[in-house]
């Protein structure tokens, strides 16, 4: 690709509480619905925070999400949730994008990018249980290859045979938007000339409730009223409310052949800059801003939203 050929995003995928599948996702955000709802994975009758993010299941919504609709029933059980919500989410966007490498160039010039600022805490948690009430010899050999927050983008590059690059951000809320940005620059350096890329999280329980609990991080004041919880910008705010899902995009080179054939966005540069020493004047984002349009293919002109 040249210099200024944007790279378009040709595929979305969504699981997230409001239901599994884009269009759900976005029919529901217009009726005003609310995926946050008491907490009913584990007891949390000792936590401050009884609420969270929950994506529902298909016997409470027809909606809902259940693995058997995108995974062998034979590996489920080798993976946590997280990793299930990326597939489903990648599934779907490559599905909208119409891409299947026909060639092993085409499968070579495919990568996979997914960030998840956890992996699969849940069932690092299941793990202690047991070694604690059935000791190590009970654990399952896939113990490790099913929490790694690397295996997200493993499992979709194994299913369907993408050779190409492969990533997985782990950078906290961060990790998905890098993860973009990281697949915007695999092909804009001519890395690859498609990549899925996006986000997995599936880390409702005891440890990340409770640890986010004791930084009096997350809500609590709207325990009796869920759905009024998540609400960032208001002035009775009260902290965050902890949630799962995944959404994935397939980006692909404007000019590369074959081209997965949906067409929904294209963009033509990223911003990326530590915030760990936030300013209250801004002055992380103005550095973001000002280090893009220092960057090779710094778009110079107007900005359309």
Not at 47 to 66: E, K, N, S
Not at 243 to 264: D, F, I, K, N, Y
């Amino acid at each position: 690709m040249t210099q200024n050929d944007p790279v378009v995003v040709t595929g979305m995928g969504a699981v997230s509480p409001l239901g599994v599948g884009v269009e759900t996702n976005w029919q529901r955000l217009l009726e005003g619905r609310s995926g946050v709802v008491r907490n009913d994975r584990f007891d949390v009758s000792a936590y401050a925070c009884t609420i969270a993010g929950l994506v529902p299941p298909r016997d409470r919504d027809p909606h809902g999400f259940d693995p058997r609709d995108h995974i062998d029933a034979k590996d489920i059980k080798k993976m946590d949730r997280f990793i299930q919500y990326g597939l489903a989410a990648a599934d779907e966007a490559l599905n909208q994008a119409r891409w299947t490498p026909q060639s092993e160039a085409e499968r070579a010039r495919t990568a996979t990018v997914i960030g998840s600022g956890v992996g699969g805490s849940p069932l690092m948690v299941e793990a202690v249980e047991t070694i604690l009430t059935r000791g190590p010899r009970r654990l399952s050999p896939f113990t490790v290859p099913a929490f790694l927050a690397n295996l997200a983008a493993g499992w979709v590059s194994i299913r369907y045979g993408f050779t190409g690059p492969i990533g997985a951000p782990v950078t906290a809320c961060a990790a998905a938007g890098q993860a973009i940005g990281d697949g915007l620059r695999l092909i804009m350096t001519g890395e690859a000339d498609v990549v899925v890329c996006g986000g997995a999280e599936g880390s409702i329980d005891p440890i990340s409730v409770g640890g986010f609990s004791a930084a009096r991080a997350l809500c609590t004041s709207y325990n009796e009223t869920p759905e009024k919880a998540s609400r960032p910008f208001d002035r009775d705010r009260a902290g965050f409310v902890l949630a799962e899902g995944s959404a994935m995009l397939v980006l692909a080179a404007s000019q590369s052949r074959p081209r997965p054939r949906g067409l929904t966005a294209c963009s033509s540069g990223r911003l990326r800059y530590h915030g760990g020493r936030l300013s209250p004047h801004g002055r992380s984002p103005r550095w973001a801003q000002r280090c893009r349009f220092h960057a090779p293919r710094a778009f110079h002109g107007r900005f359309d939203a």
